[in-house]
């Protein structure tokens, strides 16, 4: 019997997973908001009933996917600023890695920011803006915490506004996101972020950096 309750709940978290990946994927091409219970369904090869039968409605997956978009997107930002090796990098090499690693997420998973800006144009406060609230304020404080770092090592201009410079950091981010999204042509993002990056980095750091990495 346990092993039967086992294999139930593998199939449903691999099910689950599948209709967030697939919701993903939609929402790469089309409108979130037009994508419906019919359409998953039919992307992962079940009927619009088994659906419901993983999430008790469509605001449930799109949640499932907020999730799954924090704690992957989030993970990735945490490995990227803390490098290859046993020793952190130092902080302002980790932005150029957050800002990098963010970048290539985007790039791999374009329906991530339609699904996001298609929640905060909402005016009303929904569980969904409140997932994506919570995913920007942990970004923020990774990014807080680099700049803080950086201060304290004195890397940065005389006076730098750090609550600004975090401010900045991810409207540069956002900026290319939302650019690539208009244009239609994604790919793009990884060309300008290193352009991007430099500019920005000129606008707080106290002299050049030796050995700056290159953002892939």
């Known amino acids: 019997m346990e092993l039967i309750a086992k294999r139930s709940r593998q199939t449903t978290d691999t099910r689950q997973a599948g209709l967030v990946m697939a919701a ?10 037009d994508i419906t219970t019919a359409d998953l369904a039919r992307a992962v090869g079940i009927t619009q009933g088994a659906v419901f039968r993983h999430f008790a409605n469509k605001d449930a997956i799109w949640l499932a996917v907020l999730d799954w978009t924090t704690d992957t997107l989030l993970a990735r930002l945490q490995n990227a600023a803390a490098g ?43 569980q969904l803006k409140a997932r994506v609230r919570d995913l920007m304020q942990q970004y923020r404080m ?13 890397l940065l201009l005389p006076g730098t506004d750090l609550h600004a410079a975090g401010v900045l950091f991810l409207g540069a981010v956002q900026g290319l996101v939302m650019q690539a999204m208009v244009s239609g042509q994604v790919q793009t993002m990884a060309a300008q972020a290193p352009g991007v990056f430099t500019i920005y980095l000129r606008g707080i750091a106290r002299s050049p950096l030796p050995n700056l990495r290159s953002t892939p």
């Open 24 to 33: 993903l994927q939609l929402a790469a091409q089309r409108s979130p908001a």
């Open 142 to 154: 990774l990014v807080t915490g680099l700049l803080q770092r950086a201060q304290a090592q004195n």
């Open 84 to 126: 290859p090796g046993d020793h952190p990098l130092p902080p302002l090499h980790a932005l150029q890695a957050i800002f990098a690693a963010h970048v290539d997420f985007v790039t791999e998973h374009p329906g991530v920011p339609r699904v996001i800006f298609q929640e905060l144009q909402h005016a009303q406060e929904t």
